[in-house]
């Protein structure tokens, strides 16, 4: 099982990055999905989550309403749409899955991908 996570760069604040995470190795509608990320000198944070289906979604209060997580079944990704970017957003972004959505929030997913960067300029 292996996520492979692309879409970082650099953006000013503001703007807006599409981050995609592509899961090998897996039958992808068993997996729910989450994303996280750790800014530095910080500790990882859970950022968001959904259901296999997408049924289900849940975000931190810090990016409700202005990030969005989704799943594209047919390639075996999902995607969090990130708007109105702000420099405190700036972190290594990771995606994580598991078969029991109660593991996504608390950080003991199953899988992890290696992460990609997300620099946000004021």
């Known amino acids: 099982v292996q996520l492979v996570e692309s879409g970082g760069g650099l953006v000013q604040a503001g703007g807006s990055l599409r981050l995609s995470c592509t899961a090998s190795?897996?039958?992808?509608?068993?997996?729910?999905m989450g994303w996280f990320r750790r800014a530095p000198g910080k500790e990882r944070e859970f950022v968001a989550a959904a259901t296999w289906s997408g049924g289900t979604t849940y975000y931190s209060d810090s990016v409700k309403g202005r990030f969005t997580i989704s799943g594209d079944f047919a390639k075996n990704t999902v995607h969090l749409q990130m708007n109105s970017l702000k420099p405190e957003d700036t972190a290594v972004y990771y995606c994580a899955a598991d078969q029991d959505f109660n593991k996504i929030a608390p950080g003991v997913a199953e899988v992890w991908g290696q992460g990609t960067l997300v620099t946000v300029s004021s």
């Open positions: 190795g897996v039958t992808f509608t068993k997996y729910h």
